[in-house]
């Protein structure tokens, strides 16, 4: 079983986020609230209600090492949770936004954050001193339509956009005063904000969930037809490969990553061992599923990860029925198809509806992280744990 | 009867596929969240719509957006009887839209009945079970005509034959 815990929050929850220590959970349960719950001794207590949005929260990020939270919402606003004392209290986002903001995420430096939105725009905000708010640059020109999902790349500089026009973009961010031009990412350095380094027409259906592979040199991102790509050498000359499955479309993947500590005679040496080679995708099959490459670095996908449940009954039932109708209308049992009566075949076991988002769970102090989080439109929360897979470890 | 299953199971695995939605706030009016394939204000937001015919009296139209999905449907109608039949029970039932929730008040022009399913349904109310309600609607409206000309013709015979008694 590739499950450790269960929870059903609510009816339905739109996205979720971990705290820092992984104690806390901030999910919207598809209104306009943001809960906060706590484990305590094995039971999840609702701690915190944050209103202050008027319509759905449709993105909510926890930064790790600032623990501020942000949260965008289809009203068109932004906010951003600092917590004082008992309490976590907003600090106004100027997002400039004249639709829906539907996706954010915090930078990797937790300086910057990036907002999709339906106004085809996306906005990088970054904090101002002087007045305690965040202002906003917008990328304004390039996306044909609304930005789905945003990923940002590990120098903090480069952004990844999807949309509902099917193309996968990524640009840079460098704001003057925020970001520095290190010398060693001299290339993401030199452009300046809001051009677009690359633009991927791969799909011809709408894009979402795209994710960059930790050490920053792959992408992937999933289309509504049933396809996940992967893009290698992000650059002047990417290379595609896109596997196509038979299930339904993914909605959001994520990318497994191991780190493993070097520790060399008194010099202790820290070194990053990426696994760059296994992707989780969910979506409206209602289980996740395990893409992996091989030493050639060709992408397959490998198998759901959760038991799917087969009605036997169904099968039964329909064996009887053909034979009856056999027997009255004297045709041959073959020629009745086996799904007369037949009640639909129930998919997935844990989820029973669309998963949303998917969430790594990467403890502090803990080397390998194999486990994530995975919410949906049946309003529970699960978290997978990929250690106990055989079949999986070659590739962690 | 054969050919009732092989249009029902075509007519499932379709809906299977393009029942995959989700929320998608209005990209031309803010605040706004409407059904897609109602209002077509993106042609990006729409999908290619699928039109599966059972015969050329028989067909079901599914056409799907990002955030919505409307199936239309055409029932067989042999004769004038039928037809008026049809008409009225259809219309009876699309009068009370609101207690079926899927179902569109007025059918698509060329079409007896029509369904609207939006994302919200979808979050209230599992997929499975909006499918299976389709197709098993799909099965009873036959029915129910056949069982509504039989009772016309039943009832008119024997109002015939009671009003010629007095003749004889």
């Known amino acids: 079983m590739a499950t450790i815990a269960v929870h059903q929050f609510a009816q339905c929850i739109t996205c979720h986020a971990w705290s820092p220590d992984h104690s806390m959970i901030a999910f919207c349960p598809n209104n306009n609230e943001v809960h906060i719950h706590k484990l305590v001794e094995d039971k999840w207590e609702r701690i915190h209600v944050l209103q202050k949005h008027d319509q759905i929260v449709s993105g909510i990020d926890w930064s790790i090492r600032s623990n501020r939270i942000v949260t965008v919402s289809h009203d068109r606003n932004s906010y951003v949770w600092n917590k004082e004392g008992p309490d976590w209290m907003p600090t106004l986002v100027i997002l400039r936004l004249n639709r829906a903001a539907l996706c954010v995420q915090w930078s990797p430096r937790e300086n910057k954050f990036a907002v999709g939105s339906g106004a085809k725009t996306v906005c990088i905000c970054y904090y101002e001193q002087e007045n305690n708010w965040w202002v906003s640059k917008l990328i304004r020109k390039r996306h044909d339509s609304s930005v789905t999902s945003v990923a940002w790349h590990p120098n903090n500089i480069l952004l990844a956009t999807t949309s509902t026009d099917g193309k996968c973009r990524v640009f840079s961010t460098f704001i003057k005063g925020v970001d520095t031009r290190d010398s060693g990412t001299s290339s993401a350095g030199d452009t300046k904000f809001g051009e677009q380094i690359v633009q991927l027409d791969l799909s011809f259906c709408w894009a979402f969930g795209v994710k960059w592979s930790p050490s920053g040199n792959a992408l992937a991102y999933v289309g509504h037809n049933s396809m996940i790509y992967f893009v290698d050498e992000v650059g002047p000359a990417p290379s595609a490969q896109t596997v196509a499955f038979r299930d339904l479309p993914l909605r959001d993947v994520a990318i497994i990553l191991i780190y493993i500590d070097i520790y060399i005679t008194h010099v202790r040496l820290q070194v990053l061992f990426v696994s760059e080679r296994m992707v989780i995708g969910v979506g409206f099959d209602c289980n996740p599923m395990v893409f992996a490459a091989d030493e050639r670095g060709l992408w397959c996908f490998l198998r759901f990860l959760g038991e799917r449940k087969r009605s036997p009954s169904g099968a039964k039932y329909g064996s009887q029925f053909s034979e009856a109708f056999g027997k009255l209308y004297g045709q041959s049992k073959h020629g009745i198809s086996n799904d007369v009566g037949e009640a639909s075949r129930s998919r997935g076991g844990i989820h029973e509806n669309c998963i949303n988002c998917i969430v790594p769970v990467k403890k502090e102090g803990e080397s390998t992280n194999t486990r994530f989080s995975t919410s949906g439109l049946d309003g529970k929360v699960v978290t997978w744990d990929l250690e106990n897979q055989e079949d999986l470890s070659e590739y962690l | ?168």
């Open chain 2, 1 to 168: 009867a054969n050919t009732l299953r092989l249009y029902l199971t075509c007519i499932r695995n379709t809906l299977e596929a393009a029942m995959c939605l989700q929320n998608f706030p209005c990209q031309e009016v803010e605040r706004h969240n409407k059904p897609e394939i109602e209002l077509k204000t993106g042609p990006e937001l729409l999908l290619n719509p699928v039109l599966i015919c059972r015969n050329e009296a028989e067909k079901c139209l599914i056409e799907t957006s990002i955030n919505s999905l409307r199936i239309s449907l055409k029932v067989k109608q042999t004769d004038e009887l039928e037809n008026i039949l049809t008409k009225k029970f259809l219309r009876f039932l699309s009068m009370r839209a609101e207690a079926f929730q899927v179902l569109r008040r007025k059918p698509v022009q060329g079409y007896d009945i029509s369904f609207l399913i939006t994302n919200y349904h979808c979050e209230e109310m599992q997929k499975q079970k909006l499918i299976d309600f389709i197709v098993q609607f799909m099965e009873d409206i036959d029915k129910e005509i056949s069982e509504l000309k039989l009772s016309v013709n039943t009832r008119g015979r024997l109002v015939a034959t009671e009003f010629l008694k007095q003749f004889i």
